[in-house]
């Protein structure tokens, strides 16, 4: 399974921006999806922002996002840099959390996160109101 290094996390007033980087160490396409996760304290770890990486040329690039997401998050990527990046905009006092990237082999993962077999460490986000 390949390594995954997550970078970007940081501290920031509401409103404020971040982009978070997912360092992939072994080939792009060896997965098909690539996922952005988030955990905050006492709750679930839930579904950011995934972006197709790998299986069929008609579908990489394809995104998904999650419901509070709103237009405020970004996911894209850098294939020769194997990079997966979530620029944050806007961000709310709710989106602090440690956010995760993952790998999923599954072509119809999506963001749900059992399907998701391969995790980083994680970064902190911490949003101060």
């Known amino acids: 399974a390949s390594q995954l290094v997550e970078s970007g996390g940081g501290s920031v007033q509401a409103g404020g921006s971040l982009t978070l980087s997912c360092k992939i160490s072994?080939?792009?396409?060896?997965?098909?999806?690539t996922g952005w996760f988030r955990q905050a304290p006492g709750k679930e770890r839930e579904g950011v922002a995934c972006?197709?990486?790998?299986?069929?040329?008609?579908?990489?690039?394809?995104?998904f996002y999650g419901p509070f997401v709103g237009g405020r998050f970004t996911i894209s990527q850098d294939r020769p840099k194997k990079v997966v990046y979530l620029q944050l905009t806007n961000l709310k006092s709710d989106d602090a959390a440690m956010y995760y990237c993952?790998?999923?082999?599954?072509?119809?993962?999506?963001?749900?996160?059992?399907?998701?077999?391969?995790w980083g460490t994680g970064t902190q986000v911490t949003v101060s109101s």
């Open positions: 972006i197709r990486t790998g299986g069929s040329q008609l579908f990489i690039g394809n995104t």
């Open positions: 072994d080939d792009i396409n060896a997965n098909i999806y």
């Open positions: 993952a790998t999923s082999g599954y072509d119809g993962a999506n963001m749900r996160v059992r399907d998701y077999t391969n």
